[in-house]
Structures are given as structure tokens and as C-alpha cells.
């Protein structure tokens, strides 16, 4: 079998050495050490998580393997077999099973992990069976030393009957056998691990002559999952339909039975290979933390205090760089007016560089949440937490795993909805993306305090419970709750396409890489200021553009107007300044918007005033106070210059204060609900490719805002 | 090997009802479609599996299998059945 197989490798590879650069895929199950040795051969570091399935994008980068000779490195997702589970690991399949295709790789590297090796090396044979030209990376030696397995690399190699490099990617140990040897290693494994059975044969063979295989396996895998096999076109799948049918193939049996007949090999071949020294009955170390750790009570306690030490980093200490920011902005764009003006100026001031310091300035929560998360992740807590928690998010149609993009929620909800993609099941993950924004995300906080300093007195209970503390802490707490109770109406409604599983490694705990910490924090906040940036800096100049320009001579008259007034009220410069510009915005294009929506926003206790701020929180929520402060900039008092100040002066039209509480708490209510963030829908369009589930976030968020808004203001009224 | 939930299975002692720290031996996995699943993570029928721990509200729980700890449901423990001892 073994010569028939040499000179059948699928579509005779050239030596890489006729080739500029050589392509390598690199395989191995999620925790076998496959992103440390990625990051060991390509020097582009990246993260490696403890939490099974971190690894998401495919990963690429160049390896000089030696002098003269490159190859490009293809970091696949984690996976524990050929027969994909979850949609990252999709991305195998249809990578190696299209010979045809020109991203087809020359050489795949099998990333094991020793001390695990029976499990670890069922991936392996099956991408033997299919004949690419292997390599075996026999990762994580020194764990495998500390717990007494001893492995007989010749041995393994023999059974195998490819290179078997043993390593320690960590430390970069092997680094340089496992070049050499990937870059001579050109043919195919001598050995095949699973016969197909003789009643598949024909099913095969029929496979085999439509597409012009020439490897049984790979043929079989066509039988198994032509369905998601996206290079198949649909005259071949129906193809297949029917085939499938005719030979009465049963996916799921076979799939069994052929599972079971590997173990039985890799059990066999590694009698000689594989000798444990040690009796472990000691308990392990991770044992024993976890008998704290998830503990029943002190669990819990545990995790709460870790949340809460998170929400203080994210809210307090990151407060001190957000000034910085705040200011460092600020003071660009004095600089900048003060030394030139004119409308490209002012677009330049009020519009980009007001809406890229709206981005910037969330950087330090974004970094300090993701740091919090990633060394949780790094350590194998985080595998914890979701334990502990999948039986109660289960209850709401969620998952264990929901709580990462939940947490992260609250610093912002793009990095969030990405990070949901570790969930396996479409269902409780669709779920986990449409409840996200519910989380009172950072940008909210802005509008929060701001409204809750107009009307919450600043009341002390017990000498340390602040009044607007509670008020705020209710605020997040509600969006907690309608995250939850809104994914338990969406259990109800939404179909499930396959069964939900919790069958996944548990990670030993291990100390965090600092380096992947840091990776993990510039890679979530890349993602943020690029997929969040870019919308909001865009919308932000049309928003000036809106409530900068009105139609005709709209401008000029408002004015004039003002001037007059000023003059007969005897206003100071500063006074008739800031009156013009109130003047001038509501004219303005944003200010028509403002007074075509009044009606509709009427019942909530809104005005046309607020009706623009809505319309300018589009692009981001926090927008909101700089558009009302610009407003609400009527000519009072000259010392008059907080937003505070500016809101209680407003008046309404029988001279009573505008903001009274039931305003004030209307509007709170809106901005916990409303979906008012152009950069999540984009995002949300993006990972659930539709743009079913945004626009429905969209209708159900604003939906529930308004009914609720309404309700508060009705019944406060 | 893979057998359907049938009436002789009835009673027959799954990975659920274990107590911590108690051995067993896989006899068969009783539902077609997670039995793949857990034939990947190595919960081959004669492998021997402990039960490590239970999170604090009794599910999911983890058990040790291949020298390895796996965490999963009640509800799928219960599709792994043990042989008689």
C-alpha cells in the first residue's frame, strides 16, 4: 500500500525547491502549544489562549526555514478532528480538501501535545490518510517529562512513517530541527491508519473518478461534508445527493466506526512508543486550585471580586489616561484655530479630529478590559468561569461561554460581538451577539453622568452609599437584565440548528505569557479604532456637515437675527457668540431633522433640541453631550460654561426648568436601551453575515427604548 | 459499539450517576449524534474514566479520561454508559 501511496500524492507536489516560497499549513488541536510554535517560526508573535478555540482568523506569515529557502506559515484554527464542528474550523476543510485550489498547501505541520498524545494524535492520522506531505511537531516535551510519560521518538517516528520532531515551542526548543526538517521533507507519510471498509469502496471509487482523486480518504470526507464544502458547486452536491442516498451511506455511523478503529491503532502503535513512569495519584496542582476556585461558594466570591476589581480598573483607573486624551485633543484643536480658520478648518476641528478623540479616547477601557480578560483567558480561569456558569446562562437560552462577550460588553460591544465567536452553537450564539449591546457599554457612561448629576442629588446613605452611585449601578444592572430576559425571549422564538454541547477540554491552569497579553490588548483595540473609527469619524463629518450648513441663506438670516437681539438685550461677545451658533445649528439641516422628529419624540418629553442630540448619538452615543452642550449654548450668564450649568438654565415654555426628572430619567432610560452605534450593527453584520440581525437589533433596541422611555417619562411625569 | 437508547439499557449505570472521584469503564455511548463528538475527545468505549469534580451547581461536571479532564454536561454524561462491574 505504502509504494502505491508515494506516487499517488495528490497532484504530485513540485519540490519546494523550485518553488520562490513554499506553503505549510500548521494543524493541531486547541491547547497543543500550535500559536506558540507559529509565532516561533514566523517571529510575527501572536495570541495563544488556554481557552479551547481562541485562535479564529487565519493566521499567516513567512518562515526562513533556511538560507535560500521561505515558506509561508498558514495558522489554522484549533481542532480536535477532520469533521469540523464550529465555523472557525470550517476554514480546514475547505483549505485542504481542494487540491485544486491555489492556496493548497505543500506541507502540513502537526502541531501534539506529548503529554496528551492518544487524543492529539487522532488529527494526526486523518490528515495522514489523506496523504499531504506531514510533519509531526511533538510539542509540550518538558510537561510530558513532569508527568512521567516517556516517549520513544524513533519508535513514534516508525510507527508513523513521517519526521517527528520533539519540542518545546514555548521555550523554542526543536525550533530549528523542525526547519530543517519540514524544509527537506517533501513526500508523503509511508503509512495509512484506516482502511476504508470494503462496503464504502464503491461510494469511494464512483467519488474518487467524478473529481479526479486520487486519495480514499479524501474522497470519503467529500461523502461526509460536501454540504459545506464551499469550492463544490451545486451540480456536484446534488451529485453527491444522490449518491449518498443510492449507496445508503450513513455519515454518522461511519464517522463513528471509523473514529473508534483509530483510537484502536493509536492505542496499538503507541504500546511501544509511550511509557509512563510515575503512578500520578497525587492530586494535581490544577486539581486542587480548582477545588477553591470553582468552589460553591467561594467560586462565586471569587469571581465576583475579580468582576469587580475589572469594573474598577475599567471605570476608575482608566479615567486618568481618558483625561489625557480628552485633553491632549482639546488642545490640538485650539492650536489648530487659533492659527487657521476657515470651513475646511472648522470640518478638520469639529469634525475629524472631534470624531477621532471620540474613538481615542475609549483606548485605555478597551485596553484594560481586554488585559483583564486575555490573562484570565491565558491562565485557564476563564474555562472556569464559563464552567460555572453555563447551568444558569442555560436557563436564558445563553451558553458558559456567552460570558466573555457579555463582560467585554461593558467597555464596548465590537470587540465583544467578535469574541463571540468562540461559541460553537449557532443558536446561543446568534443569541450572545443580539444581546450584547444591551450591556451599558462605555459610551453611555458620558450621557449617564452628565444627566444624573442634572437631577440625582448628590445624597450620602450611611456616610459612603452615594445616591448617584446607585442610580448609575441601576443603570447597568437594567441593561444586565434586558440582555438576559431578551435572550430568554429569543430562546423561545429562535429555532436551533443543532444541539448545544459542553464537551470541551478543561485547560490546566498555567502562568500567562505577558507577550500574548499584550498582543491580545493591541489586537482588540486595533480591531476597535479600525472597525469602530472608521464609522464613527465618517458619520461625525456628515453630522457636521448637517449642523453646519441649512438650506439658502438659512445661516446669515439666523444671524442677523441674533445680532439684533443682542444688541437690544445689550449681550458681551461671548454671550451673542454662543447665541448665534444656537441660532445657526437650529437652522441648520441636523436642526429641520431635529423639528421633523419632534412630534414623534414628543411623548418621551423630548424637544427638537434632543431630537438632534438622538440623531448625532448615531454615530456614538457619547456624541450626545457635546451636541447638547453646543445647543444648549443660549446667552446666560458669561461664567456659565459647565454642561450642568447650561441644562438647568434651559427653561421651557412657561418658565419652569426643562430637565426635570422625568425628562432627565426618560432620556437615561433611552440611551440604556436605544441601539444608537453605528460601528456594533456594522460589526454584527459582518459576523453573522446577514443584515437580518443587525436591522432587528436595530427595531427591537429602538423598539424597546422608545416603549420604555415613554413609560418612564408618563408615569414620572 | 454505538447503540440507540433501547429498553435493555434501562437502569444500566451512566457517567451521571457517578460520585466524585469514583472509576468506571465506557460500555457504549447511546446517542448517534454527541456520540461523535465524544468519540473525538477520546470517550472510546473500554477507556477507563473518573469522575474529577462537579461545577457548583452540580452541572456541568468534569471527568478524567485518556490522563486528560474533560468538562461536559449532565445531560451528556448521560449518554455514556458504564459497563457492569
Known amino acids: 500500500m505504502a509504494a502505491t501511496i508515494q506516487a499517488e500524492a495528490p497532484e504530485a507536489k513540485k519540490a519546494p525547491v523550485h518553488q520562490p516560497v513554499a506553503r505549510i499549513a500548521l494543524i493541531g488541536n486547541p491547547n497543543s502549544g500550535k500559536t506558540s510554535l507559529f509565532n516561533q517560526l514566523t517571529g510575527l508573535n501572536q495570541k495563544v489562549g488556554n481557552f479551547p478555540g481562541v485562535t479564529v482568523d487565519k493566521k499567516t506569515g513567512i518562515s526562513q526555514l533556511t538560507p ?167 451540480e456536484n452536491k446534488v451529485w453527491l445527493d444522490h449518491l449518498v442516498e443510492k449507496e445508503g451511506f450513513r455519515s454518522n455511523a461511519v464517522q463513528a466506526s471509523e473514529t473508534i478503529a483509530r483510537y484502536a491503532r493509536i492505542n496499538e502503535l503507541l504500546l511501544d512508543v509511550v511509557r509512563v513512569e510515575k503512578v500520578k495519584e497525587e492530586e494535581k496542582f490544577s486539581n486542587r486550585l480548582d477545588q477553591v476556585l470553582t468552589h460553591k461558594v467561594f467560586g462565586y466570591l471569587i469571581f465576583l471580586a475579580l468582576l469587580f476589581l475589572v469594573f474598577q480598573a475599567v471605570f476608575a483607573w482608566a479615567s486618568y489616561p481618558m483625561d489625557l486624551i480628552d485633553q491632549g485633543i482639546a488642545a490640538i484643536n485650539t492650536l489648530i484655530q487659533e492659527n487657521f480658520s476657515g470651513p475646511l478648518i472648522n470640518l478638520l476641528t469639529e469634525g475629524v479630529i472631534a470624531g477621532l478623540g471620540g474613538v481615542l479616547i475609549f483606548i485605555p477601557q478597551i485596553a484594560i478590559l481586554f488585559a483583564f480578560i486575555a490573562i484570565l483567558e491565558e491562565t485557564g480561569y476563564m474555562a472556569r468561569v464559563t464552567f460555572m456558569m453555563d447551568k444558569i446562562m442555560r436557563k436564558f437560552g445563553l451558553n458558559g461561554k456567552s460570558v466573555v462577550p457579555l463582560i467585554s460588553g461593558v467597555a464596548c460591544a465590537v470587540p465583544a460581538v467578535m469574541s463571540a465567536r468562540t461559541i460553537e452553537n449557532w443558536k446561543d450564539r446568534m443569541i450572545t451577539i443580539f444581546v450584547t449591546p444591551l450591556m451599558s457599554c462605555s459610551a453611555r457612561i458620558p450621557v449617564y453622568t452628565v444627566l444624573i448629576a442634572l437631577v440625582v442629588p448628590e445624597v450620602y446613605y450611611f456616610g459612603f452609599l452615594n445616591l448617584q452611585g446607585i442610580v448609575l449601578m441601576g443603570l447597568y444592572l437594567l441593561g444586565f437584565v434586558s440582555a438576559i430576559l431578551s435572550a430568554m425571549l429569543l430562546k423561545v422564538l429562535l429555532k436551533a440548528r443543532e444541539r448545544s454541547y459542553f464537551i470541551m477540554e478543561f485547560p490546566v491552569y498555567k502562568m500567562p505569557r505577558w507577550k500574548n497579553v499584550g498582543l491580545t490588548i493591541i489586537e482588540k483595540t486595533k480591531a476597535f479604532v479600525l472597525e469602530a473609527g472608521k464609522i464613527i469619524v465618517a458619520v461625525s463629518i456628515i453630522l457636521w456637515v448637517m449642523a453646519s450648513y441649512g438650506p439658502g441663506d438659512s445661516f446669515e438670516r439666523a444671524e442677523q437675527r441674533v445680532q439684533a437681539e443682542a444688541q437690544a438685550k445689550g449681550y458681551t461677545q461671548t454671550q451673542t457668540e454662543n447665541a448665534v451658533a444656537a441660532a445657526q445649528l437650529e437652522s441648520s439641516y441636523a436642526g429641520m431633522f431635529g423639528r421633523t422628529i419632534e412630534p414623534v419624540i414628543k411623548p418621551l418629553g423630548y424637544d427638537w433640541k434632543i431630537g438632534i442630540a438622538l440623531l448625532t448619538s448615531f454615530a456614538a452615543r457619547e456624541v450626545f453631550v457635546g451636541t447638547i452642550s453646543t445647543i444648549y449654548s443660549i446667552g446666560e450668564e458669561e461664567n456659565v460654561t459647565t454642561i450642568k450649568d447650561k441644562l438647568l438654565a434651559e427653561k421651557d415654555a412657561d418658565g419652569n426648568p426643562f430637565f426635570t426628572p422625568a425628562r432627565a430619567f426618560s432620556l437615561l432610560i433611552f440611551y440604556a436601551f436605544a441601539m444608537q452605534c453605528m460601528s456594533t450593527l456594522a460589526v454584527v453584520r459582518r459576523e453573522t453575515k446577514s443584515w437580518t440581525w443587525p436591522l432587528a437589533q436595530l427595531v427591537y433596541m429602538s423598539g424597546l427604548a422608545y416603549v420604555a422611555a415613554f413609560i418612564t417619562f408618563q408615569l414620572m411625569k | 459499539m454505538v447503540q440507540n437508547s433501547s429498553e435493555d439499557q434501562q437502569g444500566q449505570k451512566t457517567v451521571r450517576d457517578m460520585k466524585i472521584g469514583e472509576r468506571g469503564e465506557i460500555c457504549c455511548l447511546n446517542d448517534p449524534e454527541m456520540a461523535l463528538k465524544l468519540l473525538e475527545m477520546g470517550c472510546i468505549p473500554g477507556t477507563e474514566v473518573k469522575l474529577n469534580s462537579k461545577a457548583p451547581l452540580g452541572d456541568p461536571i468534569t471527568i478524567i479520561v485518556n490522563d486528560y479532564t474533560l468538562s461536559l454536561r449532565l445531560d451528556e454524561a448521560e449518554t455514556i454508559l458504564l459497563k457492569k462491574r
Open chain 1, 68 to 234: 535560500g529557502f521561505k515558506a509561508q506559515i498558514i495558522d489554522l484554527p484549533g481542532t480536535y478532528s477532520l469533521y469540523p464542528k464550529s465555523l472557525d474550523e470550517r476554514i480546514i476543510i475547505d483549505l485542504l480538501y481542494d487540491p485544486a485550489s491555489k492556496h493548497y498547501p505543500d506541507l502540513v505541520i502537526v502541531t501534539a501535545d506529548a503529554s496528551n498524545l492518544k487524543r492529539n494524535l487522532l488529527l494526526f492520522t486523518q490528515l495522514a490518510d489523506l496523504n499531504m506531505p506531514t510533519v509531526l511537531a511533538l510539542n509540550m516535551m518538558d510537561v510530558a517529562e513532569t508527568e512521567g510519560v516517556k516517549i520513544d521518538v524513533e519508535a513514534l517516528q516508525r510507527e508513523l512513517g513521517v519526521p517527528v520532531i520533539p519540542m518545546n515551542a514555548r521555550k523554542g526548543v526543536g525550533i530549528a530541527a523542525l526547519k530543517i526538517v519540514t524544509s527537506q521533507q517533501l513526500a508523503s507519510p509511508g503509512a495509512t491508519f484506516f482502511q476504508i471498509p470494503a462496503d464504502l469502496r464503491p461510494l469511494v471509487d464512483q467519488i474518487k473518478e467524478r473529481f479526479g482523486l486520487r486519495n480514499d480518504y479524501l474522497a470519503l470526507h467529500y461523502a461526509h461534508q460536501y454540504k459545506s464544502l464551499r469550492f463544490l458547486s451545486e
